[in-house]
């Protein structure tokens, strides 16, 4: 009996290992839980945005933007800021300065990641947006409740199954 209590405690805590994660706040509202075994060996970073470099070299990071840091109005609505730059909203309706700056990251965007590869997902009080071009992916976090402030995402290193799992797996 004590080899079967002994066999299925570490069935348990190898299941519970495999479920750990840490968590990478990027603010009150926007946190993304990645599996402990992306930290194994990996460098976590600040700069301009939160950063985490894997031991295989891939990166993972992002970022909070707002209206102010994009240098929109201050009543600008996040929500409609991944439309515009992925160009699936067209820019006629507004003003030339701000038509011209959602213009000008559309074509840097498609760049580096082919807007012809957006992807759009309606997820439980949140909506992603992604793209990738060979294992470089972006992605916006857009929380329904939350007009001020999205989430932009960004992978090096990963193809897009892999990078929007870590992304939709991790939503908190």
């Not at 976590?44 to 909070?64: C, I, M, P, R, Y």
């Not at 994009?70 to 996040?78: H, K, N, T, V």
Request: hydrophobic letters at 45%; glycine letters at 6%.
């Amino acid at each position: 009996m004590k080899k079967l209590s002994v066999l299925v405690l570490i069935g348990s805590l190898a299941a519970c290992a495999a479920q750990a994660t840490t968590t990478l706040s990027f603010s009150a509202d926007f946190k993304i839980a990645l599996p402990a075994s992306v930290f194994a060996g990996a460098t976590v970073f600040a700069a301009d945005e939160l950063s985490v470099k894997t031991a295989s070299g891939q990166l993972f990071s992002g970022k909070v933007l707002s209206a102010e840091s994009e240098q929109l109005p201050a009543d600008f609505d996040m929500q409609l800021y991944p439309e515009y730059v992925l160009k699936i909203k067209a820019v006629s309706g507004l003003s030339a300065q701000n038509a011209q700056l959602f213009s000008n990251t559309a074509e840097e965007i498609n760049y580096s990641f082919d807007l012809s590869d957006v992807s759009t997902e309606q997820l439980q009080g949140w909506t992603l947006y992604s793209l990738c071009k060979a294992q470089r992916c972006l992605a916006y976090v857009v929380k329904h409740k939350a007009s001020e402030y999205i989430l932009t995402v960004h992978a090096n290193g990963m193809n897009k199954t892999e990078f929007t799992g870590l992304v939709k797996g991790g939503l908190q």
